[in-house]
């Protein structure tokens, strides 16, 4: 493949997954800016590494896990990391526009799972995947991601509201 072809592909890999992996991103770190640079790190891996991909699933599925995998070296990295209030940045960077009080509610209840549980519920819930593609795109068991799921659901629960799931971004 030559420069100019790489180019293009690099195009068509940020105008098709950008949107996807800035949100996972950005609720797994609660920080624009930590977020754009993990998403850096991943299409700079994405560039140098040049993985052979057997589908367009097989491409997505890479560019979510090291996208998660480089939120998890960041966080290992800065372990006193800051954490901002999702009030303090809903204006900055727009995310919950339009909400009602209900997603805004709903929001921050995921805003508080850890990572693990963070993935599974926005790709479930939020980006509308099945369990089937969930696993597949985090190569966990389809167990795994019923179970993560599960407790999710169970620690939302005891912070006195019951998640129903339903669509935060449009």
């Not at 098709?16 to 700079?44: G, H, P, R, W």
């Not at 800051?82 to 204006?91: D, F, G, K, T």
């Not at 190569?139 to 935060?168: C, F, H, P, T």
């Amino acid at each position: 493949m030559n420069q100019k072809e790489r180019n293009e592909d690099l195009e068509r890999a940020i105008d098709a997954y950008s949107s996807m992996l800035y949100k996972i991103c950005f609720v797994i770190l609660k920080n624009e800016q930590d977020t754009m640079d993990v998403l850096q790190e991943t299409y700079l891996a994405y560039m140098t590494k040049r993985p052979y991909f057997h589908s367009e699933e097989h491409k997505k599925a890479w560019l979510i896990k090291v996208s998660q995998n480089k939120c998890r070296e960041f966080l290992r990295f800065h372990k006193k990391h800051a954490s901002i209030p999702l009030e303090e940045v809903e204006e900055s960077i727009g995310i919950t526009n339009g909400f009602g009080i209900e997603d805004r509610e709903k929001l921050n209840l995921i805003w508080n799972l850890n990572v693990k549980l963070k993935s599974v519920v926005i790709l479930y819930y939020v980006e509308g995947y099945s369990v089937k593609e969930v696993a597949k795109l985090l190569n966990i068991s389809e167990v795994a991601v019923k179970k993560r799921l599960q407790r999710a659901r169970e620690i939302l629960n005891k912070l006195g509201r019951e998640y129903d799931g339903g669509i935060i971004y449009e």
